[in-house]
C-alpha cells in the first residue's frame, strides 16, 4: 500500500460486475502481496446487483470504489478508472486473477528496464495449475473461420491456430507479442498518453486486440513477461453452444474491430462517395418512379370529375424515361448527390429537393407542351412532381436515420485527426469526441511543435512532420487544422504532400468571420489571389430583407394578438402585473435596446420551460421588428456586458439587425460557446440570402415542434 504523500509507482485498476465472490479473492490476493512497488487499487463497478459494493465498502475500505448508474461496459469502465489513476504505470486486471507474490515487483521492474515497451502481461495459469494461453497473434481471415466455426474442431492442430495461439512458444522466456489478455495488462503512462485509453466502442472483447493494435501502430512494444505469474479463472462464455448475449457482444466486437482495421472495410471507407453516391442515385430512381405510379393512381380515380380521357400507362413511356433523366439532372445541378452534404439537416435537404423538384417541374410541364396534348395528363404531371418531392425527401430522412443509426452503434465512423494542441484544436477534439452521432472517431492531436501542451484526456499521436505518415498508419480519412498560429506555409506544404491521398482537410481560420460564399480564387497580376465579397446585406438586398420582416412580423402579430391579449388580461387579473418584460440587449451597429420578451420571473416553472422550450417567450419580440431593431432572422441578441466582450473579428455580427431566431440557436444541439455563436453569427451575416433565412426558419420550427427551440 502507499503512505500519503507518497508519488505511486503503480494503479491498479478493477472492473466488476456482478463478480461478489471474485472480487473478494482478487482484492485478498492483493492486500496479502509481499510486493515492494507503492500502489492504489481502484475498482469500477459496473451496476452490479450481487451486493459487490457492499462488500467493497465492508472488507476493503483501502480501495478506491467508483459506482456506474449502469453496465457501461468494460471498456467505457476502465478509462474511468484510468482518468483517477495517479501511478507511473496502470495495471488492468480482471476480478477473477490472483496475482502471486512478487509478481507486481517482476512486472514493473521489466518495465522499468525496458522503456520501449508500452504494455506487458503476465504469464497466467489456470485454476489446476496449467499453462493458459494469454499472449497471442493478430487474428487472421483464416483464424476467424477456424476459431469461431465447426472447422476448428477438425483442424485443431493446424499452423494458423498454432500460430495464432502462439504453440510452439514454451512461454518461459520474455518475448515480444503482437497481444495480450486484458485479464492483466500494465500500461505505461508515455504509451498511454501516446495511443489513448481504450476505444469505447467495444463494450465487451477485442477491447484488448485494439489496444495492443494501436500500441503497435503508435510505436511501442507489447511484451509477455513470464517472471510475473498470476492466476486466471478464465471462463470464455462467448465459446458455450447457442446464443448468448455474450457471443452477440463478441461479434459485434470483432465487426467493429474489423470495421475500424479491416483493409477490405478500409479501402470501402476511402471510397465511400462513390458507394453513398450510387446508393442515392438507385434510391432517387425508385422514388421518381414510385411517384408516378402513385400519381397515376391518383388520376385514375379522379377519372369520373375530369373531361380529358386517361390513356394506358404504356403511352408514358417515353415521357418517365425523359422525366427520370431530367430529375437526376435537376437533383444533381442543386448538389444532391454531394456526399458533403450528408450531414446538413433534413429540412436542409428538404427545401434543397423541394427547389430542384420545381425546376424539373417547370421543365416536364413545358415538355408536355410539345407532345400532343391528348395523351399527356397535366394534372398527373403536376402530381406527379409533388410526389417525388415528397417521396425523395422521406427516402432521404429515412437513409439518414438508418445512418444515424449504424453510426449509433459505433460503426461507419470517419477517422479524424485535430492538427493543434492549443485552446482551440483540444476544445474542437473533445467536442468531437463527446459527439459520436456526428459520425467522427477521433484518433487524437498532431502536434504542430509550435507552443505548449494545452491540458487533455485525448492522446497527441504524432507532429507535424509526420502527418503525411500518420494518414496511412492511422487510416485517417480527414483532418482538421486547428491551430490559428499555424502558419500557412506549413498548411499549404501538407496539402501538396497529400495530393494523392484520399485524406479530407478542413482548417478553423481567423479569416471565417469575413469569409463570405463569393469569396473566390482569382488572377490579379500573375497572382493568385483570394477575394472577398462583401455585400450579403447591403443594398437591395437589405432592403428585400426588411421588407420580408416587415410583412412576416405584421401577419404573426395579427395571427398571435388574440392569444397575447387574453393571456395579458388573465396575467394581470391573476398577478397584478404584465405579461411581458423587457430586456437591455444590443443591435445593429452596436445601439442598445430593449427586447420584448414573455416575463420570466414569478412563472409557474414548467409553463416556463414550455414557452421557452416551444419559442413562445420570443414572440413579443416581433413588436421590436416592426420597430426595425430586430429582425424575424438575424444574430443572436446580444446583453450588453456580452457585446462588450465581442472580440474585432466577431463585430461583423453587428452589421445587421439581431433576429428572434439565428443560425446558432438551430446549428448543431443549439448549445455554444458564447465565441461558437458570434463565429456563427458572423458567418450567417456574410452568408446571408433569403434560401439560408429560410433554411433557418424551417429548422426552428421543427425545434419548436419537438420542444428543443430554447438554448
Given amino acids: 500500500m502507499s503512505s500519503p504523500g507518497t508519488a505511486l509507482d503503480l494503479s491498479i485498476v478493477i472492473v466488476g460486475y456482478n463478480s461478489r465472490g471474485d472480487l473478494d479473492g482478487c482484492l485478498r490476493a492483493i492486500e496479502a502481496s509481499n510486493d515492494k512497488v507503492t500502489r492504489e487499487t481502484i475498482v469500477i463497478d459496473n451496476a452490479s446487483s450481487d451486493a459487490t459494493v457492499d462488500l467493497v465498502k465492508r472488507e476493503f475500505e483501502w480501495v478506491r470504489l467508483f459506482e456506474n448508474s449502469s453496465n457501461v461496459g468494460l471498456a467505457r469502465a476502465l478509462n474511468r478508472g484510468i482518468r483517477e489513476a495517479s501511478g507511473r504505470y496502470v495495471l488492468v486486471l480482471n476480478p477473477d486473477i490472483r496475482i502471486e507474490r512478487g509478481s507486481l515487483d517482476a512486472l514493473m521492474a521489466f518495465m522499468d528496464s525496458h522503456s520501449d515497451v508500452g504494455m506487458a502481461g503476465a504469464k497466467l495459469l489456470n485454476i489446476d495449475g496449467s499453462l493458459q494461453y494469454s499472449c497471442r497473434g493478430f487474428y487472421t481471415f483464416w483464424t476467424l473461420v477456424l476459431r469461431r466455426t465447426f472447422l476448428g474442431a477438425l483442424f485443431k492442430r493446424s499452423r494458423t491456430i498454432r500460430r495464432h495461439l502462439m504453440l510452439d512458444y514454451d512461454h518461459e522466456a520474455e518475448r515480444e507479442v503482437d497481444w495480450i489478455l486484458g485479464a492483466c495488462m500494465l500500461v505505461r503512462r508515455d504509451a498511454l498518453a501516446d495511443v489513448g485509453p481504450m476505444d469505447e466502442r467495444f463494450f465487451l472483447y477485442f477491447e484488448d486486440v485494439d489496444w495492443c493494435y494501436r500500441m503497435w501502430r503508435g510505436g511501442w512494444k507489447v511484451y509477455y513477461v513470464p517472471a510475473s505469474v498470476m492466476t486466471h479463472r478464465h471462463a470464455r462464455e462467448s465459446a458455450r453452444p447457442g446464443i448468448s448475449r455474450q457471443l452477440v457482444a463478441h461479434l459485434l466486437s470483432l465487426a467493429h474491430f474489423y470495421e475500424k482495421w479491416g483493409g477490405f472495410i478500409y479501402a470501402l471507407k476511402k471510397h465511400r462517395r462513390i458507394f453513398m453516391t450510387s446508393l442515392l442515385l438507385v434510391s432517387d430512381v425508385v422514388a421518381i418512379n414510385a411517384g408516378f405510379a402513385l400519381a397515376y393512381l391518383l388520376r385514375s380515380s379522379l377519372r369520373g370529375l375530369l373531361a380529358k380521357p386517361l390513356f394506358g400507362v404504356g403511352i408514358y413511356g417515353s415521357f418517365l424515361a425523359f422525366s427520370n433523366i431530367m430529375f437526376l ?313 456580452v457585446a462588450e466582450r465581442c472580440e474585432s473579428r466577431s463585430r461583423v455580427r453587428f452589421d445587421a439587425r439581431p433576429g428572434i431566431v439565428g443560425l446558432s440557436r438551430v446549428a448543431g444541439s443549439g448549445r455554444h460557446f458564447n465565441d461558437d455563436v458570434a463565429a456563427l453569427d458572423a458567418y450567417y451575416v456574410q452568408n446571408w440570402s433569403l434560401g439560408s433565412d429560410l433554411r433557418i426558419v424551417v429548422r426552428w420550427l421543427l425545434r419548436c415542434a419537438g420542444g428543443r427551440s430554447g438554448h
Wanted: net charge neutral; hydrophobic share 45%.
Fill in 329 to 641: 439532372v435537376t437533383f444533381a445541378f442543386f448538389g444532391l448527390y454531394d456526399t458533403k452534404q450528408e450531414r446538413e439537416p433534413w429540412a436542409d435537404t428538404f427545401l434543397r429537393v423541394t427547389r430542384a423538384s420545381i425546376v424539373a417541374a417547370i421543365i416536364l410541364m413545358a415538355s408536355t407542351f410539345l407532345a400532343s396534348t391528348t395523351v399527356y395528363s397535366r394534372v398527373l404531371v403536376a402530381a406527379f412532381c409533388v410526389l417525388v418531392a415528397l417521396l425523395v425527401s422521406i427516402q432521404r430522412g429515412g437513409l439518414r436515420l438508418l445512418h444515424n443509426q449504424i453510426r449509433a452503434g459505433r460503426f461507419d465512423l470517419a477517422r479524424v485527426a485535430v492538427v493543434g494542441t492549443g485552446r482551440t484544436a483540444v476544445r474542437l477534439a473533445e467536442r468531437i469526441a463527446s459527439r459520436p452521432d456526428l459520425g467522427y472517431d477521433l484518433v487524437g492531436l498532431v502536434d504542430p511543435e509550435i507552443g505548449g501542451h494545452e491540458p487533455s484526456v485525448i492522446p497527441v499521436i504524432g507532429t507535424l512532420e509526420n502527418l503525411i505518415d500518420l494518414v496511412d498508419t492511422q487510416r485517417l480519412e480527414e483532418i482538421i487544422f486547428a491551430d490559428p498560429e499555424l502558419p500557412n506555409s506549413e498548411i499549404s506544404g501538407f496539402l501538396l504532400r497529400a495530393r494523392r491521398s484520399t485524406v479530407d482537410v478542413r482548417m478553423v481560420s481567423g479569416l471565417t468571420g469575413i469569409m463570405t460564399q463569393r469569396a473566390r480564387v482569382e488572377e490579379f497580376l500573375d497572382t493568385p489571389v483570394v477575394t472577398f465579397e462583401r455585400e450579403a446585406l447591403l443594398g437591395a438586398k437589405g432592403a428585400v430583407k426588411r421588407a420580408l420582416d416587415i410583412t412576416g412580423a405584421a401577419v404573426l402579430l395579427i395571427l398571435w394578438s388574440p392569444i397575447l391579449a387574453l393571456s395579458a388580461l388573465v396575467s394581470k387579473a391573476t398577478r397584478g402585473r404584465g405579461l411581458l418584460t423587457r430586456s437591455e440587449r444590443v443591435g445593429r451597429d452596436q445601439v442598445g435596446y430593449r427586447m420584448l420578451v414573455l416575463h420570466a420571473e414569478d412563472t409557474e416553472p414548467a409553463l416556463r420551460r414550455f414557452c421557452v422550450r416551444h419559442g413562445l417567450d420570443r414572440f413579443p419580440a416581433l413588436i421590436n421588428v416592426l420597430r426595425g431593431e430586430m429582425s424575424l432572422v438575424g444574430p443572436e441578441p446580444l446583453v450588453p456586458a
